[in-house]
């Protein structure tokens, strides 16, 4: 086998199972099991058959990990039948193609064919190329949802933001600032495509009509602020272009399972212009005085492309609320001093109730320079930082399911309360 991480297993293994060639754990060991499905894979697709993960078959499964494939129709073609080609449902082909009429196929036309299963995983790291191969296959399956970049990562990753609705209520959702707290990227990307696919249905969940929710406001999530810290928490260095040296010795090794800084070691969620100097005093006493895997501020409020990015894009929008996505501990917390709104409370009363959280007071070194405390303190609007799950960060993909479920109404009620 090539040179396969542990990693790059698992998401093989993932993709052969939900295309239904590998019904065992997803455990990243290459045993009989796997290989026996690799093989039924490249018969499948006329590939040699090996067992191993030549070129062609990685292209393959690469191509399908996408969740969609092209279709020039035929003479004689039905939705149908053609759905019915690929195991998949005509409401998908239709969704996919702005809604061909399906009485009046258009011959020769190419089409996309969404294949039926959904497609941001829940059961392995979430990576930022996984992530970014999500929100390209999610545009193709929904084109309704519209996403671009709002800056650079300092290793040139895209910070990317999705849209999703087209309401004047403006809400802003982001995920790991912190790069050991990427399950709050999976939060949210799994979030939107659950939204998505129920919405191009016409369906509610939890009660709350998603065609409502759509044309009442517009929701401009950023899933991963620090996509480089991301990459360093779950592949180590080896991806990593900038700082590489400086990195492992501000780390004190190569195991970065802890780290929450970006790659310059300045820690984004202490690097907003409130309270800043004031943190920059007790970053001192606490005998922090450079860059290092977290609570390093920088040189100045927003000195990072990726705080700016997010500042910027929330400068540029007339914003209802945030949501800064964290992980851990269960816990929402709603104030900048006393600076927010007095609806803040009331409405995070709301979110404990639904998501079974503590609405939590900060300690003042808790709550300084962060992004919901710049933006309570700039926008005198309701902003919140929501710590996730309970355990150690990162926090094992095992309470994904808890911490979706949690979350799901939460993430429903922020863009219309
Ligand atoms: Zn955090």
């Known amino acids: 086998m090539n040179n396969f991480t542990d990693y790059n297993i698992k998401q093989i293994q993932n993709i052969l199972n939900k295309l239904g060639f590998y019904n065992y754990s997803i455990d990243g060991k290459i045993g009989k099991y796997t290989i026996n499905a690799i093989k039924k894979f490249q018969k499948k697709f006329n590939l040699k058959i090996s067992g191993e993960i030549d070129d062609k078959t990685k292209i393959k499964l690469d191509k399908l990990s996408h969740g969609y494939v092209y279709y020039t129709i035929k003479k004689g073609d039905t939705l ?219 040189s100045a409020p927003e000195s990072e492309s990726e705080s700016r990015s997010m500042a910027n894009l929330t400068r540029n929008i007339v914003t209802r609320l945030v949501l800064a996505y964290h992980s851990q501990g269960e816990e929402i917390f709603w104030q900048y001093g006393n600076l927010q709104p007095d609806i803040s409370i009331k409405i995070g009363k709301e979110f404990a109730e639904v998501s079974g959280y503590n609405l939590a007071s900060e300690s003042l070194q808790q709550s300084l320079a962060g992004y919901k405390d710049w933006f309570i303190q700039d926008y005198k609007k309701p902003g919140y930082t929501i710590e996730v799950g309970k355990g150690i960060n990162p926090l094992p993909i095992e309470q994904f399911n808890k911490i979706y479920d949690d979350n799901e109404e939460l993430l429903l009620i922020a863009s219309i309360i």
Not at 98 to 125: A, E
Not at 180 to 192: A, D, G
Not at 194 to 210: A, D, H, P, Q, T
């Open 80 to 298: 149908y039948n053609i759905a019915e080609k690929f195991k998949t449902k005509t409401w998908r082909i239709l969704i996919a193609n702005n809604n061909i009429n399906p009485f009046l196929l258009p011959v020769g036309v190419q089409i996309i064919i969404p294949l039926d299963f959904s497609i941001v995983p829940t059961n392995i790291p979430y990576t930022y190329d996984i992530m970014k191969n999500n929100i390209y296959a999610l545009s193709k399956r929904y084109p309704f949802m519209k996403y671009e970049s709002i800056g650079k990562s300092i290793d040139g990753r895209e910070l990317y933001k999705i849209i999703v609705g087209k309401g004047s209520n403006n809400v802003i959702y982001n995920g790991s600032h912190h790069g050991n707290e990427w399950i709050t990227s999976l939060l949210l990307m799994k979030w939107i495509e659950v939204f998505l696919e129920v919405y191009s249905r016409k369906g509610s969940i939890r009660g709350y009509n998603l065609e409502d929710i759509f044309n009442y406001a517009t929701i401009s999530i950023v899933p991963m602020v620090n996509p480089d810290g991301v990459e360093l928490v779950i592949n180590g260095i080896k991806n990593i272009k900038t700082n590489t040296d400086k990195l492992i010795k501000w780390n004190n090794g190569n195991e970065f399972s802890n780290w929450k800084a970006n790659i310059n070691g300045v820690d984004l969620n202490r690097n907003y212009n409130a309270g800043w100097k004031k943190y920059k005093q007790l970053e001192k006493e606490w005998g922090i005085n450079g860059p290092g895997p977290y609570l390093y501020s920088g």
